[in-house]
């Protein structure tokens, strides 16, 4: 895929960092989030076409553990061999410094992490907290193929989710739950982004209606909500704006040629997402550039761009060949 998202996906990472680390009112990393959500959904729009062409769909699977597993269990075991020498400050109500072997298997499994909120066991060891959106991610990776059986089971999906996702911001159910952290609330985001990349694919009525349709929802939702008290609930300002906002800008993007040096950007991007907690922690046990709010944010951030780079080369690089060759292989013979 050609496709101008490296620097995109880096910028979000660093909001995420932003919001973790520096304290505002306008919660940017949630903002983020919904970004990693719609690329998501458009680069997998991509991917289970060419493998459903293929007749391979088992392959997308194989290719999704290989991008999502390696550096997670990388910066997993760091973090729990880091928890039995320092005390972590950053975060610290999720890092239990007593080992617990179901916790730490329910960390690999990594989709029990979407539900922390839920599970004890976990709550209170929750080695990566930011990896919740990751388990959500999976979940969505396993489901989504299923989207393409019928037109009819995508489109009762979407509005199903978008009915999920309105109450849930009305504050009927819990919003920050229903309407960020689990995937009913959110699965039409994630389409929203598939939808983007099959009407560029096929120029297909459906995928465009589907779009115009997400878009339209939002902006109402966002119109009926402004300067309201319910705009307050959960996450309702930082997810309807950056649907509003970051889908125009992916769109751009999705139509700009590759470049090296984006792609270079982006490779840091996974890293940092997953790394930041654990950096901070260090800086804050060392009381190091602590004198102020932003030399921390800076410093913190540099130190996890390099440290998100040094994974890449050694550990990323080896399971992306090996996607690449999966893809090379399955592609070829359709």
Known sequence: MKIM?????????VCVVITHVYPMKFQIGIFAVIGFFMISGYVMGHLVSRYRSAGQIQYFYIDRLLRILPQYLLYLLLTQVSLFFIKFWFFSGYFSPDFSLPAFVLNILLIPVNYFFWLPEIEKYLLIPQAWSLGLEEQFYLIFPLIFVSPWFRRISVILSMIVFAIGATEVLAPEI????????VFFIFILGTSLSSYQRNRDKESLSTMSFIYIFTAILFLCMFDRASMEFGHNREILLAILTLFPVLIVLSLM??????DF????????????????NYLQHYELFMQSYERHLVAGTIISTVVAYLSYYLVEIVAEKYRHRIRRNVFSES
Request: aromatic share 24%.
């Open 5 to 13: 998202f490296g620097t995109f996906r880096y910028i979000l990472a």
């Open 178 to 185: 229903w309407t960020y952290r689990l995937l009913p609330g």
């Open 257 to 262: 040629p590759r470049r090296k040096w984006d």
């Open 265 to 280: 950007i982006g490779k840091a991007s996974y890293g940092i997402f997953l790394n930041h907690v654990l950096v901070y």
